[in-house]
T-cell receptor
Framework: AQSVTQLGSHVSVSEGALVLLRCNYSSSVPPYLFWYVQYPNQGLQLLLK??????LVKGINGFEAEFKKSETSFHLTKPSAHMSDAAEYFC?????????????FGTGTRLLVSP | KAGVTQTPRYLIKTRGQQVTLSCSPISGHRSVSWYQQTPGQGLQFLFEYFSETQRNKGNFPGRFSGRQFSNSRSEMNVSTLELGDSALYLCASSFDASTTDTQYFGPGTRLTVL
C-alpha cells in the first residue's frame, strides 16, 4: 500500500523567500510521485512528477522536487516565492505497473505568501 | 484543446435524494478517474474507468457508482444522499491507463447535501 505524509498544514513565507513544502512517502514498491497545486474554487494542476527517471524533477512555475529514496522524501522547493504561489499543494503517490491509475494524496499544505 | 469539463459546477440536494454528476474528458483521453475532496478526509479515490470498464474502485459504499460511455464521457451517481456526501467531486482524465500518464483534473462539482 502507498501513502504520503505532508508535514505542516500551513506554511508562511515572505515574497522572494525560499519555498519548502515537505512530503514523505511510504510504498511497498518503487513509487511514482506527484505534486499538484489547487487554487481556490479550481481543480488540481500538475506541478511535476517523478517516474523513476532523474531524481531531480523540474516542474512548472519554477518549482522543483528531489526524490530521495534513503529519506523516503519528495520535498517541493522554489527559490523565490511569488504572491501568485499562494495556494494549496498536494503530494501524491501511485504504484507503477499495477495496470491502473489511482493517486493517493497527502492532506495538503496551504502556502501563504506575504508581501 | 479543451480541458476536462464537469457539469454541473454546483449542486444542492437534500438527504435521501440521488444525484448524477457528469465529466467530459480531454479529447482523445480514454481513462477517467473520480475523486472526492472533503475538509475532513481530504482527497480520496472513488473509481477509475478505462474503455467503459471500471478498473479500480476505492473504499466507498455501494451508493456510489459510475459508468463510462463509448465516447469516454463518464458519470457518477450517488444514491440516498447523506449529509457526509457534501464534497467537491473531481474528475481526472488521462490518455491511457499507464500509471506514468498525467491525470488532468477538471474544476470539480461542489455538492451540498442539506
Amino acid at each position: 500500500a502507498q501513502s504520503v505524509t505532508q508535514l505542516g498544514s500551513h506554511v508562511s513565507v515572505s515574497e522572494g523567500a525560499l519555498v519548502l513544502l515537505r512530503c514523505n512517502y511510504s510504498s511497498s514498491v518503487p513509487p511514482y510521485l506527484f505534486w499538484y497545486v489547487q487554487y481556490p474554487n479550481q481543480g488540481l494542476q500538475l506541478l511535476l512528477k517523478y517516474t523513476s527517471a532523474a531524481t531531480l524533477v523540474k516542474g512548472i512555475n519554477g518549482f522543483e522536487a528531489e526524490f530521495k529514496k534513503s529519506e523516503t522524501s519528495f520535498h517541493l522547493t522554489k527559490p523565490s516565492a511569488h504572491m501568485s504561489d499562494a495556494a494549496e499543494y498536494f503530494c501524491a503517490v501511485s504504484a507503477p505497473n499495477t495496470g491502473f491509475q489511482k493517486l493517493v494524496f497527502g492532506t495538503g499544505t496551504r502556502l501563504l505568501v506575504s508581501p | 484543446k479543451a480541458g476536462v469539463t464537469q457539469t454541473p459546477r454546483y449542486l444542492i440536494k437534500t438527504r435521501g435524494q440521488q444525484v448524477t454528476l457528469s465529466c467530459s474528458p480531454i479529447s482523445g483521453h480514454r481513462s477517467v478517474s473520480w475523486y472526492q475532496q472533503t475538509p475532513g478526509q481530504g482527497l480520496q479515490f472513488l473509481f477509475e474507468y478505462f474503455s467503459e470498464t471500471q478498473r479500480n474502485k476505492g473504499n466507498f459504499p455501494g451508493r456510489f457508482s459510475g459508468r463510462q460511455f463509448s465516447n469516454s464521457r463518464s458519470e457518477m451517481n450517488v444514491s440516498t444522499l447523506e449529509l457526509g456526501d457534501s464534497a467537491l467531486y473531481l474528475c481526472a482524465s488521462s490518455f491511457d491507463a499507464s500509471t506514468t500518464d498525467t491525470q488532468y483534473f477538471g474544476p470539480g462539482t461542489r455538492l451540498t447535501v442539506l
